[in-house]
């Protein structure tokens, strides 16, 4: 692979080249964050066996195998580093008075123990029995806190919320009419990520990966012609090499287009060839459209969009090709939305495990995301249960601060034309 290309070959790479379109090479910026832990306890209410989870803290979220720190950093080719601020888990420390779910005065009471602990960031862990936070976790999106309830604790947990901190928001999964990406409902989650509902044995999604830059530069192609691709397992080892996915862009969207096989990071991921519409480019909310087997499209199955579709030709333990057909290649009869539903459907030859029976059971397979986000800074849980609404969220914010400007400004005219 590696060896100095003769003149054939490097006439076909151009030529594979100029037709596929090789996407940013940016890499990203390394940051090394210095993550504080501290226990925080209430006057009526403390944490049990502080030592223990003092270390299943520091495990989950630094050595253990399947840590944070040690997901992140593979995930990151590196690029993210996490070490823990002042060699220690730190306190308990206790907040006066009765346990409230009141995020703002754990990280006060936190913060005042960390005064000569230099730290980027903080994760709070606190009993929930009498706080009741209706939450498993909670994360500022992006940002640098995160809170825990002791009784949660758990690696799934460490690293969605982590993940929220990058900037990441839930993975949800549209469901479609059949064969496209149009007339879509969201339904449950990925299953995909960390982000989606998939635990803490798999790995980020493409699109996840492209938000962060974490994807090598060369692993996305673009083609902007019809061709077939070769798609190498998202997660299988660099050294494996090969395209890992393609973006393409769809009206003011994106439609990313990943393979994913268990290996690696993806212990417990399901197989098959997954498509995302990534909303105004915005990777990092990106939405796993049903592909109606086990929520990736099985082989010999097409999905349509616009002027776009995506067929999946094979797929094997290693790799799939795909064929992307663009404007006049699109195949004519694969926009019908006649064949069944999609997750009661078999007509496409099941090229890998033979469990697709058990999909049609709705959202089972879906963890529920005990969580909630804070968007930008950390607010009272209970205001922050809109999940993954921050656009809304932020239009409004704005909306309403314009309608106070113009309402400010009517008043003022009104007064002077008295
Ligand atoms: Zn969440």
């Not at 960031?121 to 809170?147: H, S, Y």
């Amino acid at each position: 692979m590696t060896s100095p290309a003769s003149k054939p070959l490097a006439f076909a790479l151009a030529l594979v080249a100029a037709v596929l379109g090789s996407v940013g090479p940016a890499a990203a910026e390394p940051t090394a964050r210095r993550v504080a832990v501290v226990l925080v306890e209430f006057d009526d209410s403390a944490l049990t066996d502080v030592p223990g989870l003092k270390r299943k803290a520091r495990d989950l979220i630094f050595d253990a195998p399947g840590s944070a720190a040690r997901y992140y950093a593979a995930q990151s080719h590196g690029q993210r580093t996490m070490t823990l601020a002042g060699g220690e888990v730190h306190g308990p420390v206790t907040l006066d008075g009765a346990a409230t779910c009141d995020t703002k005065a754990m990280v006060a009471k936190a913060e005042s123990v960390l005064a000569d602990v230099p730290h980027d960031d903080l994760a709070v862990v606190f009993p929930n029995a009498k706080a009741d936070c209706g939450w498993g976790g909670l994360g500022e999106m992006p940002g640098k806190r995160t809170w825990f309830p002791a009784e949660h604790l758990n690696q799934a947990a460490v690293l969605h919320e982590f993940g929220h901190n990058l900037g990441f928001n839930h993975q949800v999964r549209d469901i479609c009419e059949s064969g496209t990406v149009t007339g879509c409902r969201k339904d449950g989650h990925s299953g995909r990520t960390p982000m989606g509902g998939g635990g803490a044995e798999v790995g980020l999604s493409a699109p996840e990966l492209v938000s962060m830059k974490w994807l090598a530069a060369g692993r996305r192609v673009a083609p902007r012609a019809t061709t077939s691709v070769r798609l190498v397992a998202l997660h299988a080892p660099e050294s494996a090499g090969g395209t890992r996915a393609v973006d393409v862009p769809l009206g003011g969207d994106r439609l990313v287009v990943e393979y994913r096989a268990p290996g690696g990071v993806d212990r417990s991921v399901p197989r098959g060839v997954n498509v995302y519409r990534v909303p105004g480019g915005k990777y990092q909310a990106a939405h796993l459209i049903d592909g109606g087997s086990e929520k990736s499209v099985p082989v010999g199955r097409t999905l349509v969009a616009a002027d776009i579709s995506v067929t999946v030709l094979a797929a094997d333990a290693t790799s799939a090709e795909v064929r992307i057909a663009v404007g006049p290649d699109l195949p004519a009869t694969t926009a019908k939305p006649s064949s069944p539903p999609a997750s009661a459907t078999t007509t496409a030859p099941p090229s890998s495990s033979t469990t697709s029976a058990t999909s049609s059971s709705a959202t089972t397979s879906d963890d529920p995301l005990a969580d909630d986000i804070v968007v930008g800074a950390p607010v009272p849980a209970a205001a922050s249960v809109q999940t993954a609404d921050e656009e809304w969220f932020g239009y409004a914010v704005i909306g309403g601060a314009l309608i106070v400007v113009l309402f400010g400004v009517l008043l003022v005219r009104a007064q002077r034309d008295r």
